[in-house]
């Protein structure tokens, strides 16, 4: 996860500090980046790095108080990560179409949603797309190691 | 998902019909591969397409006389995909070292498992690593867009 190219001065909030949305922060808050997380549950902050330097926010993410807190107005980038498809898709789509939010990026367990993204503003991240691929990948290599 | 190099004669044995599970399962099959895939919910089974040709098995794969039923011990390729880390673990390495089995791969949720199975022979699949570097990738290209 290089996230490099991210710009100094970006805003980056984050929904849901399970294992992705943790990992995500830490990696950027390396960086130096500034990110805000948010999650409704604050024991899931015990994720974060010791290192993390953001801003925790605890709180239920489809309140719009919550978000409105987490400064999601002034947010360059919204990382929809909770373990449930449907909020991440429902804050996706109200934060990008309200505040025009440069980049919004949901992860989707459900890959047969990927159809209905595929044409929206809205970047998509399939786990399960993800790890087929992967072992795809690890199959056709070990064939290849054998020729 | 490729998998174009696997051979036409390999036995390929999935435990775990979830969304990864038939997605390879599907695949494999569509290009006419020899594929048993086991689940404890026989319900799961829904998830393959109509199309699918391989052999199902209900039972529990933690239970050495299904995993015989499905043949393991003819199994040139062994998937564990099951939604638990600890199960696919333990067939993982059982069967790896029981049947000496080519080509083992199992799916973790828990990254900070990784650095356990970097010098095994059992191949691992982290879909909280491949969505974070996703979500890196998306964000330093738009950043590259920008440019």
Redesign the interface.
């Known amino acids: ?7 100094d001065d970006y805003q980056i909030v984050i929904i849901g500090c399970g ?2 949305g943790a ?2 922060a830490n ?1 950027l808050s390396n960086k130096n980046r500034n990110v805000t997380i948010v999650d409704i549950n604050k024991d899931s902050f015990g994720k974060l790095s010791p290192s993390f330097s953001g801003l925790l926010m605890e709180g239920d993410a489809t309140d719009i108080k919550v978000l409105k807190k987490a400064e999601i107005n002034k947010a360059d ?1 919204l ?1 929809a ?1 909770t373990d449930n498809d449907n909020i991440n898709i429902l804050i996706a789509q109200m934060m990008k179409s309200i505040f025009n939010i ?2 919004v ?1 949901a ?1 989707l ?3 047969e949603k990927e159809c209905v993204y595929k044409e929206s503003h809205i ?1 998509t ?1 399939f ?14 290599k ?3 190691d054998e020729k």
């Not at 786990?127 to 056709?140: N, Q, T, W």
């Open positions: 996860m290089k996230m490099n190219n991210i710009k294992r992705l990992s995500i990696t980038v990382i990560v440069k980049e990026i992860r367990y459900d890959p970047q991240v786990p399960a797309l993800l790890s087929a691929g992967e072992v795809g990948r690890i199959l056709d070990e064939e290849d």
